[in-house]
Structures are given as structure tokens and as C-alpha cells.
């Protein structure tokens, strides 16, 4: 069955520091990969999202994932995190055969110290 | 653009009791999907509309779930008698036809039963 992993849980920064959040997904097949974030009392929105082509992804605020097929893995990064980059955020992978389903993985819970 | 509206946006009942929760997707959105996520788990998927027509329902933890959809627009979600094992946040989210659209997100039901 499909999965998403996502490694880690909770990160606490200082702001300007770098991130970079693991994705590893399971699914031989081809799949379209997404960032989602939720700000604090806000609904999931999407941060980036892969379909084809230049496997590294820009997405908004300055993040950006790089999809390694070999490595089943969309990690997240920003080279420098501010204050308002407090969130909680998911990975997710979709199909592009067969039943439309996004799979989510556990998410992480990113704060961001000022 | 209108975004995704759940109602209601909280919710608490006893075990036993019933509890309808319904979603208002994007207009023109054909899919819709329901998800739940319980309390630092993944947001796990429950089923998937196109139109008025049930996709992919694997997700949907026993018969004491009911999704609808009929005439392809809102979409409710009733679950009935509630037990303790089903509290949670429901997250509906809706997307244009295909497989290369993000989804959009509402801003959840937090189902607590007690």
C-alpha cells in the first residue's frame, strides 16, 4: 500500500537558520508530490508540488523540494527560516494511475524561534 | 474564488449520538474528498467523490459511516452512533477534475466525542 514517512516530528529553529524536512514515500509507480502547510488557525495550503520536469520544485515564501526518484524521497528545504514559518507541514504523494487518492504523511510540527 | 466551507467547526456529542458534518467545495470542483486526522497521526484519507459518485471509498473506517454527495455539489459526512475512536479533525477538500490539480482545503470539523 502507499505510505509517506515523514522523519521528523517536531523541529525548533532560530530564525535564519536552515531547514530541511525528510520525505520518503513508497509506490513504484509515477506519482505527483506535494508540500502543504498550516499556519495556526489556518486550513492546509499548498506550499509546492511536483508533476514532471526539473526535479527540484520552487514553491511560495522561499521553500523549495527536490524530487530524487531513486531515493523515493520530496525533501523540503529553505535556506534561511523566519518567525512566520511556524507551521505544521505535510507531505503528500497522489497517483497518476487509477483512483486519484493524495496520501499524507504525519506531518511536522516546525517552530521557529525569534 | 469562494474556498472550501465545513460546517460545523466543532462539534461535540456523546458516544452514541449522531453527528452529520457538512462540506461545501470550490463550484465547479468534481472531486471532493473527506479526511481524518486524529490527534499527531497522518491525515488519513477516508473516500473520494467524482461528482456525485463515490471514487474510492477505502478509506471509510466502518458502516457507521456515511458520505454523500448528491447532485455533485456539498457533500456530507454522517457518522452514526459515534464512539469514542472517532474523535478527531475532518478535513474536506475538493479539486478540479484530474489528477494534476492541488488540493484546496477547508478548515476542518474538530469532532470530539465523549
Known amino acids: 500500500a502507499q505510505s509517506v514517512s515523514q522523519h521528523n516530528h517536531h523541529v525548533i529553529l532560530s530564525e535564519a537558520a536552515s531547514l530541511e524536512l525528510g520525505c520518503n514515500y513508497s509506490?513504484?509507480?509515477?506519482?505527483?508530490l506535494f508540500w502543504y502547510v498550516q499556519y495556526p488557525g489556518q486550513h492546509l495550503q499548498l506550499l509546492l508540488k511536483?508533476?514532471?520536469?526539473?526535479?527540484l520544485v520552487k514553491g511560495i515564501k522561499g521553500f523549495e523540494a527536490e524530487f530524487i526518484k531513486s531515493k523515493f524521497s520530496f525533501n523540503l528545504r529553505k535556506p534561511s527560516v523566519q518567525w512566520s514559518d511556524t507551521a505544521e507541514y505535510f507531505c503528500a504523494v497522489c497517483r497518476t494511475s487509477g483512483t486519484y487518492k493524495y496520501i499524507f504523511g504525519t506531518g511536522t510540527r516546525l517552530k521557529v524561534l525569534a | 474564488e469562494a474556498g472550501v466551507t465545513q460546517f460545523p467547526s466543532h462539534s461535540v456529542i456523546e458516544k452514541g449520538q449522531t453527528v452529520t458534518l457538512r462540506c461545501d467545495p470550490i463550484?465547479?470542483?468534481?472531486?471532493l474528498y473527506w479526511y481524518r486526522r486524529v490527534m499527531g497521526k497522518e491525515i488519513k484519507f477516508l473516500l473520494h467523490?467524482?461528482?456525485?459518485?463515490?471514487?474510492?471509498e477505502s478509506g471509510m473506517p466502518n458502516n457507521r459511516f456515511l458520505a454523500e454527495r448528491t447532485g455533485g455539489t456539498y457533500s456530507t459526512l454522517k457518522v452514526q452512533p459515534a464512539e469514542l475512536e472517532d474523535s478527531g479533525v475532518y478535513f474536506c477538500?475538493?479539486?478540479?477534475?484530474?489528477?494534476?490539480?492541488?488540493?484546496?482545503f477547508g478548515n476542518g470539523t474538530r469532532l470530539t466525542v465523549t
Open positions: 467523490f467524482v461528482k456525485e459518485s463515490k471514487q474510492d
Open positions: 477538500a475538493s479539486s478540479p477534475v484530474g489528477y494534476n490539480s492541488p488540493l484546496h
Open positions: 463550484s465547479g470542483h468534481d472531486n
Open positions: 509506490y513504484g509507480g509515477t506519482v505527483n
Open positions: 511536483y508533476f514532471s520536469g526539473d526535479p
